[in-house]
């Protein structure tokens, strides 16, 4: 009977794990769901507490609804802890951290209470979302997205090299030109205007007064303007490649041996043996 | 004599229907390019009586040419109701309704004068220049831009997710950092400039003014300046494709009249047959 | 003797026009170089006529600067219409007009002094560099780049449309949503405000205030970031196909008829006999 | 005896030249690595003793910090001037000057103390850092970006000719139509703004206020959205070329040893023979 109850247990438990963790069955896509709808909820209700006239007048209502998100957040960790093979490993993961996170702050300020830091970790829920990817038809598309990255990842070092020495190099000579009276008052604030300028961002809060300040500026922005193209050139190359990877089965001819037969091909292309 | 009667009236609704929601025969033609100047000349009548300067010295005429153009729109309706298989359809379709809304507001603004939100939709009919794309020579490309926007819709969202999460967090951060003091008063409002900033759009109405602020800031620039590439890579791969798959050869098997043969292909690669 | 006279007249006008308008020859490319660089100069000289400061201190060194460069290119202008064929299709030219718009002004500014309209004319010479763009190595690029955007032609009309819709439903939605006390007075304005958003300009000269308004402007941003894709995906295809073209030969082999040979290739890479 | 010290000397100047010069040994990794972190504090010092508050506070310290620097790296630069061949070679090379740029400004402060232009030179140390990209993993990744850019050199000439001349044309028409009253003070402003404009990094500095200026300012922001589409283009093009290049198969022809085959072809394309 003992046997029993620990079979029925462990069979709950399994249970408990495929609606949490994954996505396959219909409980498991409609917890999902709700969860991603109550995050983004509580991320919303920690958001509108910043506000002043909001905190003002329904400052005890986002108190509640926050401890209700944070007992119920709780609750989820608790379960997530418990159906889990190695609860350790879970607690110690990304997303276990991320969980974690979620529901501490709530408590923690119950002993220091006012501490604005909690509120950027209380933010930090919104990573939560990104479990909604776990849904089957968005993990080709994030690992393709991913391979480009990962490809493409030491060509963007080496732009994001040239970008940096280009900024700190024309921020120093900007700040030379310009100097303390046109609000360039340091070569960090030249390189800030710098990335500003190159980024094609512009605030505009610091800009060249002298002429041969925005002459320097024009150089800078066209330059901004045109190297965008690099990463873009990069990234797009290199999708392009994974999408050709796909695109092009693996099988050989066993006639030829020729390649680079498409999914759907029977035969051989170029000796019409069968595949 | 009725029956005549009948069919002329048939035969008159099918002309009708010819010129209004064709663009094959000369007169259709005529009648759509006629259409799309009314439209944009009706559309910027609205603009200029949003003018306070035009209004007060033209506001009469204004007011005429704007009836003279929702009666010819109201005619035109009229019509298309008339000559269409199904009116109720048509009157609950897209066009349909952006067809009503272009006229509704003159008639209501008679009985509720004054208005504001009138203009909003008065301005709508804009969407109907969109009906000149029906002309033969756009509809190809129309279709392949939708294809490739279709075809990457979701890398698309899975990239709207990590921009607006990174908003988000860096928006809770800068909130932290600079603080109301310098116009960080909330954290939407610093959401708001986190986009504001990431695409780089940079209106300066909010800057930051710490050192560790505008080193967030520059930080997000070069991360907003190098993650364009993505959803650009994204798109020009998809289009490219969609390019590729025009570029498929025409030609079928004469055997199993399977077609999308590689312009190489010597045998028909679903029954071998030489091609 | 007479006859000897004309020959030589007429070898003497194919000798100029060979300098004047070819860049084959080593006195030709000379010429157009050093046209190039007068017409620059020409420019620099219009452009420091319009800064006070200099204007008030080297006005008189200008003015003559500006009277030998208009006799200069009046005698070039001159040569040009001696040495072509049908001097009255050179002058009717885009060229044409160009070259004696070069000249034109100053002439009618000894009628009708202080003309500032005239400066506008004079800063059109720029155009004249774009003769440059005849030596040899820059007309294949040329080439490419207009097939490219030729053929991106009506894709890009699309995109147009569909911004400057979106430009105009944004652009009165914040005039109804800001108002007049915001600095958004009048549609056109809105419309402005929304390009200048969309585009991801940002000057920041208008911008929303309202809560609602700042979301709305958010929602502009990322569209204006992401649609930039479109365009970009369009041109870069378009580009990338103007390549392939080049690179494969049109020949076809004559054993076995396949296409698609390189433009090195010697022998059919199916078949392996001679091309 | 004498022989042996040389040897003995060749052979630590041969030690000394892997170490400093290379990459591929350990003890070459670990001075490299070294170096670039130095090289990366000495300028972070040299930009934080621009802030003033930090040069009142750590003065002393920074001058201390910055003579270390400078001994270190003079060190380092006669070491190189010892163990390369050819030191005059190596003394007037592109990395030689940069190296001696990083040293001589605190020597020439002894002399002529003050001199702020000293600031830029010690910031051009800067440059050392790419001397990192030695590391064998990025050599390829460099010459790849490099072939692309040069590849590309005389398209994105072009496109900045036509760029250049856009903005020097609006720059003229928008000072006509603003003219000093609106800020447009000379022509050369008005480029100022029309590059700020159509790099589309929009300061709001300069903005025009009339409504035919905002018209052209619309349009100009417009067609800069579209044409960054162009350079991107071009680069990304040239980019897929290069990848695509080096996915040439690696076969050679048995018979004429040519290579640079295809991977779908079964025959050797320049002399026949069955590969």
Same mark, same amino acid.
């Given at each position: 009977?003992?046997?029993?109850?620990?079979?029925? @247990?462990?069979?709950?438990?399994?249970? !408990?794990?495929?609606?949490?963790?994954?996505?396959?069955?219909?409980? =498991?896509?409609?917890?999902?769901?709700?969860?991603?709808?109550?995050?983004?909820?509580?991320?919303?209700?920690?958001?509108?507490?910043?506000?002043?006239?909001?905190? #003002?007048?329904?400052?005890?209502?986002?108190?509640?609804?926050?401890?209700?998100?944070?007992?119920?957040?709780?609750?989820?960790?608790?379960?997530?802890?418990?159906?889990?093979?190695?609860?350790?490993?879970?607690? =110690?993961?990304?997303?276990?951290?991320?969980?974690?996170?979620?529901?501490?702050? %709530?408590?923690?300020?119950?002993?220091?209470?006012?501490?604005?830091?909690?509120?950027?970790?209380?933010?930090?829920?919104?990573?939560? !979302?990104?479990?909604?990817?776990?849904?089957?038809?968005?993990?080709?598309?994030?690992?393709?997205?991913?391979?480009? #990255?990962?490809?493409?990842?030491?060509?963007?070092?080496?732009?994001?090299?040239?970008?940096?020495?280009?900024?700190?190099?024309?921020?120093?000579?900007?700040?030379?030109?310009?100097?303390?009276?046109?609000?360039?008052?340091?070569?960090? @604030?030249?390189?800030?205007?710098?990335?500003?300028?190159?980024?094609?961002?512009?605030?505009?809060?610091?800009?060249?007064?002298?002429?041969? =300040?925005?002459?320097?500026?024009?150089?800078?922005?066209?330059?901004?303007? =045109?190297?965008?193209?690099?990463?873009?050139?990069?990234?797009?190359?290199?999708?392009?490649?994974?999408?050709?990877?796909?695109?092009?089965? %693996?099988?050989?001819?066993?006639?030829?041996?020729?390649?680079?037969?498409?999914?759907?091909?029977?035969?051989?292309?170029?000796?019409?043996? @069968?595949?």
């Amino acid at each position: 009977m003992k046997n029993n109850n620990t079979e029925q @247990k462990s069979n709950f438990k399994f249970k !408990v794990h495929e609606i949490i963790f994954e996505a396959d069955t219909k409980w =498991g896509r409609i917890f999902d769901e709700t969860l991603i709808v109550l995050i983004i909820l509580s991320v919303i209700a920690v958001m509108l507490d910043s506000v002043k006239a909001i905190r #003002l007048e329904y400052g005890e209502a986002l108190y509640i609804i926050e401890w209700a998100f944070t007992i119920l957040f709780s609750i989820e960790y608790l379960f997530r802890l418990y159906c889990v093979g190695r609860p350790m490993k879970y607690a =110690g993961s990304f997303y276990g951290i991320v969980d974690l996170l979620a529901i501490l702050p %709530t408590y923690i300020s119950l002993i220091l209470p006012g501490t604005q830091l909690l509120i950027i970790i209380r933010i930090l829920r919104v990573l939560r !979302v990104f479990r909604v990817f776990k849904i089957v038809q968005y993990i080709g598309e994030i690992k393709q997205l991913k391979l480009a #990255l990962i490809a493409s990842r030491r060509k963007i070092t080496v732009f994001l090299f040239v970008v940096l020495t280009i900024a700190v190099v024309v921020g120093s000579l900007i700040y030379l030109i310009e100097g303390e009276e046109n609000g360039f008052t340091s070569i960090p @604030k030249g390189i800030y205007w710098s990335i500003v300028t190159l980024t094609t961002v512009g605030y505009g809060d610091i800009s060249p007064q002298t002429e041969i =300040g925005q002459l320097l500026a024009a150089m800078l922005m066209i330059m901004g303007y =045109g190297i965008i193209a690099v990463p873009t050139g990069i990234v797009t190359v290199e999708m392009g490649r994974v999408k050709t990877d796909k695109s092009v089965s %693996t099988r050989s001819c066993l006639e030829c041996s020729a390649e680079g037969h498409e999914h759907d091909a029977v035969h051989c292309k170029f000796c019409g043996a @069968k595949l």
